[in-house]
């Protein structure tokens, strides 16, 4: 188990950094979408200083989506899946493995990323120190749940037609809880209240989802397989 | 992982697992591709599936490397547990990005095969890919492809069950015979071994399971 996890992590990182650019898009398109919106909005510094958090968490939502699609598929088409899945004692635990290595390869190269720069951005949108740490800290516990449900989706999706917006529709829904409580920690501290509540739920959103969402990927990577 | 207790020599230890298939049906969407199929293959024995496109053969050996279900009937493992399978499919699961060294050391890690430097540039130098090995898998010809998929058997367990499907698919005269060869070299350390090909293998001692004389699809 160990050895397939390990094994799977270091084979994907080792193929993301082949594809810098691949790689580099969502972070890239987060940094573009999130300087949209002073364009689209209007320069007015109260009110960006209002919307940044949501702004920064959505685009950093939807970023994560981006690279989603190609979490299994190729490796589905050249059967690269299949050897994986018969790696471990039973196909069982082995897909359970493949699936946490897969997630947390997606969110070391696009979460991660995502996580280091949003404060970045908080400071060119003018936001307050202590918003701009309650933004990171929200994003590094929301950014794997992200990958993790995103991982589940494309999972289910493997070997559907049009996949890719089946898999938006799919996990879209499943993020809400996940931006609610992460950009409403971001705007509770810019009131000067306690964030506390909503850290509290967004821990717990994350050891749910991974107790939970592997195993429904790895029941989903099998009926693919099959 | 499976630790191989080398001292051991008993003989039935250090033999490829019994399979016993009995009454198997399979399926691929709703089409039932063959029915009521027995087949037992003892240690030492190879096998080749042979039937006309569409049969079955690939479902069959997918079932047996445990990645499907059967619809009917039951696959025996004697002893239950022992060394793994090989499965190699038609695809060959390897990544362009990759290059022919890595690629290789990465299915040898991810089988557990613990197989040490020097026996993977002995698998890669048998397969003749010595040249090659620090090229990435995207420039390699689909014959130098699928040599790269089957330095495996060279790293697996001697002991390990092959499924082979269409091994000799893209290769040329030379890779046809070192495939023969490794599986003369496999059944004669007792591995058995169970494969499809469109060709003739030439290879001696070989049984032959005429797979779509089965009983026709009800």
Redesign the interface.
């Known amino acids: 188990m160990t050895r397939v996890f390990a094994t799977v992590l270091r084979r994907d990182l080792r193929l993301a950094a082949r594809r810098r650019s691949d790689a580099l898009l969502p972070v890239a398109f987060f940094v573009v979408a999130v300087s949209l919106f002073p364009l689209g909005i209007g320069p007015e510094p109260q009110t960006l200083r209002q919307i940044a958090p949501g702004i920064v968490w959505v685009c950093a939502l939807l970023a994560a989506m981006l690279s989603l699609g190609a979490m299994y598929s190729g490796d589905l088409v050249d059967g690269s899946l299949d050897q994986m899945l018969l790696s471990g004692p039973t196909p069982g635990q082995a897909s359970l493995a493949v699936a946490a290595a897969k997630s947390l390869a997606h969110w070391l190269v696009t979460g991660l990323p995502l996580t280091i720069l949003a404060p970045l951005l908080g400071v060119l949108f003018g936001v307050a120190p202590a918003p701009i740490v309650a933004l990171t800290a929200s994003l590094l516990l929301g950014t794997p749940i992200l990958s993790l449900l995103g991982g589940l989706g494309a999972a289910l999706t493997l070997g559907v037609r049009s996949g890719g917006v089946l898999l938006l529709l799919l996990v879209l829904p499943l993020c809400i809880p996940t931006l609610i409580f992460g950009a409403g920690a971001v705007v509770a501290i810019d009131s000067g209240l306690s964030a506390r509540g909503h850290f509290s739920l967004l821990g717990a959103l994350l050891i749910l989802t991974m107790l939970l969402a592997p195993l429904a990927t790895a029941a989903a990577l099998r009926i693919a397989t099959e | 992982?499976a630790t191989t207790s080398h001292g051991d020599l008993d003989a039935g230890a250090r033999a490829s697992r019994t399979l016993t298939v009995d009454g198997l049906a399979g399926r691929r969407g709703e089409r039932i591709l063959f029915h009521d199929f027995d087949l037992f293959v003892a240690p030492g024995e190879l096998v080749w599936l042979r039937a006309a496109n569409g049969y079955g053969k690939t479902t069959l050996l997918?079932i047996l490397?445990?990645?499907?279900?059967p619809e009917a009937g039951t696959i025996r493992w004697s002893p239950a547990s022992g060394p793994?399978?090989v499965?190699l499919?038609?695809?060959?699961?390897?990544?362009d990005?990759?290059t022919v060294l890595?690629s290789v050391r990465?299915?040898s890690?991810?089988?557990?095969l613990e197989a040490s430097e020097a026996a993977i540039a002995d698998a890669i130098r048998r397969f003749g890919l010595q040249s090659r090995r620090h090229a990435p898998i995207r420039t390699l010809s689909q014959g130098q492809r699928r040599r790269v998929a089957l330095t495996r058997l060279c790293l697996s367990d001697p002991q390990s069950t092959w499924l082979l499907d269409e091994p000799w698919d893209a290769l040329d005269a030379e890779g046809v015979a070192l495939v023969s060869t490794l599986l003369d070299e496999h059944a004669a350390r007792r591995g058995n071994a169970l494969f499809t090909s469109h060709v003739p293998p030439a290879i001696d001692g070989l049984r032959t399971v005429q797979f779509d004389a089965l009983p026709a699809p009800a």
């Open positions: 992982m997918r490397a445990g990645l499907a279900l793994a399978t499965y499919a038609h695809a060959n699961a390897l990544k990005d990759l890595e990465y299915q890690t991810l089988h557990g």
